[in-house]
């Protein structure tokens, strides 16, 4: 059964806030539902980086209400054939170009149910073939928790799998990298039961349970908390001080 609908709308982009862009999915988003109330998912994704998309997309599952519409926009192929998605996931709905931002919300969620949204059906008519996250996304996002269109009425369910594949697929690695330098990587913490370190870019860092617990400066691995292998410094910034990036191998030292 899905969920009704919230009028609570979070937005995910790779706009940053020096432009009006932003402002302008807002306005959007509210003229189809002016008692929407919006959200900051967060605006600084790096520019086209849907792999980082991806993961802070998937970082909201089961921290808004049930109902909540997650909207996101990174979106290198716009004005291109590429699909817009509507998603039932996780008690939520999300929208995004299909380009493999829904990939990892996707794959955690064996009941998702996705669909294209069809803008002619819903009367829509992009001003701009650059800029959907206002002209197409904002405006469902609205309408959706407004009330005006139903789920099923978005468009066709979606059968075939999405684009894209999901960052967390493939070998141990660092799939991103915060703005604390803190290098995420695809390995769960379920993987973690007999492992004491890490061993990338040259160097064996013990695994421990908080950054405190790392003298000033050292570095240390640990469970983040979105619940994956992350390697930081106390204190400092562990990509600059490794020298690596997205990407970059990592092995797990056993007990």
Known sequence: MLPRPQALVTLLTDFGLRDPYVGLMKGAVLRGNP???????????????VTAGSFWLAAAIGQFP????????????????RRLLAMAA???????????????VCAQDPNAEVRAIDADQLGLRPRSRTFHGRDVLAPVAGWLTGGRYGFTSLGPRVAEPLA???????????????????LITNVAAT???????????GRVVPLLGTYAEAAPGDLL???????????????????????????????LVEA
């Open 35 to 49: 008692k929407a109330t919006i959200v900051d998912l967060g605006h600084e994704v790096p520019p086209q980086d």
């Open 66 to 81: 049930p109902g909540t519409v997650h909207v996101a926009v990174i979106d290198p192929g716009v004005g291109t054939s």
């Open 164 to 182: 894209g594949e999901s960052p967390f697929e493939g070998p141990a690695r660092v799939v991103h990298v915060d703005a604390f330098g803190n």
């Open 221 to 251: 691995a640990l469970v983040s908390s979105f619940d994956r292998l992350e390697v930081a410094q106390n204190g400092g910034n562990a990509a600059r001080t490794l020298g690596l990036s997205r990407g970059a191998p990592i092995e």
């Open 90 to 104: 996780h008690e939520c709905y999300w929208l995004a170009p299909d380009n493999g931002l829904l990939g990892l």
């Open 191 to 201: 993987a973690l039961a007999n492992v004491r370190a890490v061993r990338l870019g």
